[in-house]
T-cell receptor
Framework: GNSVTQMEGPVTLSEEAFLTINCTYT??????LFWYVQYPGEGLQLLLK?????DKGSNKGFEATYRKETTSFHLEKGSVQVSDSAVYFC?????????????FGTGTRLTIIP | EAQVTQNPRYLITVTGKKLTVTCSQN?????MSWYRQDPGLGLRQIYY???????DKGDVPEGYKVSRKEKRNFPLILESPSPNQTSLYFC????????????FGPGTRLTVT
């Protein structure tokens, strides 16, 4: 079946540091890939997505590239801010079959200290 | 404003007392789904619905029921809640169109004692 493995947390960084959160996946076919963010006390918000190999998703300074050869979708940001503190989920959605449910990783809690 | 709403946001109940968590979306989405979030497990799908009167089981359906009588609403029913259903629940919806982006509600934190 489909699965997503992402970097164990928690991750603590200083403001303006470089961020990488690793994500790899196992899926049949060609899934769409997503990063969702969950701020304290809130629901999940889509951060970025990529629907085919070599696509780069980007939003709010975050980027991730769909790497089919390494089955990866690592999240990066060049300079993090305190407001980026949240839980980040990598997810995939396999195409076809109607459900196209999201399969999530376990989440990575990120804390940015001033 | 396009949104998914859930009620209640917080609920503490006792074992065996039936409860319903409501979910409503105003985006005219065909697809709706329920997930539960547990520490160390991420989010797992409970049930989904492709359209009105069309529902099916997800990965962890035991102990839950759903219905889809109207396009905008997708309630989650726990007929006889048990402590292992203590969790954070999210409703989500999306269009049947491309992109497969799902929009999530704010979550319902349920505690069953």
């Amino acid at each position: 079946g489909n699965s997503v493995t992402q970097m164990e947390g928690p991750v603590t960084l200083s403001e303006e540091a470089f961020l990488t959160i690793n994500c790899t996946y196992t899926a049949t076919g060609y899934p769409s890939l997503f990063w969702y963010v969950q701020y304290p006390g809130e629901g999940l918000q889509l951060l970025l997505k990529a629907t085919k190999a070599d696509d780069k998703g980007s939003n709010k300074g975050f980027e991730a590239t769909y790497r089919k050869e390494t089955t990866s979708f690592h999240l990066e940001k060049g300079s993090v801010q305190v407001s980026d503190s949240a839980v980040y989920f990598c997810a995939l959605s396999a195409r076809g079959g109607g459900n196209e449910k999201l399969t999530f990783g376990t989440g990575t809690r990120l804390t940015i200290i001033p | 404003e396009a949104q998914v709403t859930q009620n209640p946001r917080y609920l503490i109940t006792v074992t065996g007392k039936k409860l319903t968590v409501t979910c409503s979306q105003n985006m005219n989405h065909e697809y709706m789904s329920w997930y539960r979030q547990d520490p160390g497990l991420g989010l797992r799908q409970i049930y989904y619905s492709m359209n009105v009167e069309v529902t099916d089981k997800g990965d962890v359906p035991e102990g839950y029921k759903v219905s889809r009588k109207e396009k905008r609403n997708f309630p989650l029913i726990l007929e006889s809640p048990s402590p292992n259903q203590t969790s954070l629940y999210f409703c989500a919806s999306r269009s049947q169109g491309g992109g497969y982006e799902q929009y999530f509600g704010p979550g319902t934190r349920l505690t069953v004692t």
